[in-house]
């Protein structure tokens, strides 16, 4: 149990951050991590870092905002801050929703087209007859 394990279980509740956008108010980028919320209300630290082992306590951000998102919150923690640093708002859990980009990268691609007025070579039957 443990920092480790928790993000275990959110990869195995939610499958990889890098399926949502980042859900920072204003940024429209890919997340690539989950981040713990700072208003997580099953949050435990201990000697491996802060952690829940609720997976809906976590977000997914791209690592710019997740980065500026944890030092707002050590900088509050530090000030005895009891407020969630500003602007951090959460969406409830059900808005989460993939990427759509992750949904088009499924799709099988498209055989490469030979270049323009070329047949592909392996489809160049003359020489045979």
Avoid: N
Avoid at 37 to 47: L, N
Avoid at 53 to 69: E, I, L, S, V
Avoid at 94 to 102: D, I, L, M
Avoid at 115 to 120: E, I
């Amino acid at each position: 149990a443990g920092y480790g394990c928790a993000h275990v279980r959110v990869l195995h509740a939610r499958g990889f951050a890098s399926l949502y956008a980042c859900t920072m108010p204003g940024c429209h980028s890919q997340a690539a991590e989950w981040a713990l919320r700072p208003d997580a209300a099953h949050a435990r630290r201990d000697d491996t870092g802060t952690w829940s082992p609720d997976p809906w306590d976590y977000t997914p951000m791209c690592a710019a905002c997740h980065r500026q998102m944890d030092a707002a919150t050590r900088a509050a923690r530090k000030s005895h801050a009891t407020r969630i640093p500003a602007p951090w708002t959460w969406p409830t859990a059900p808005a989460f929703t993939p990427v759509r980009r992750w949904q088009a990268a499924q799709a099988p691609l498209p055989a490469p087209a030979p270049p323009t007025g070329q047949t592909p070579p392996m489809l160049d039957l003359g020489e045979l007859s």
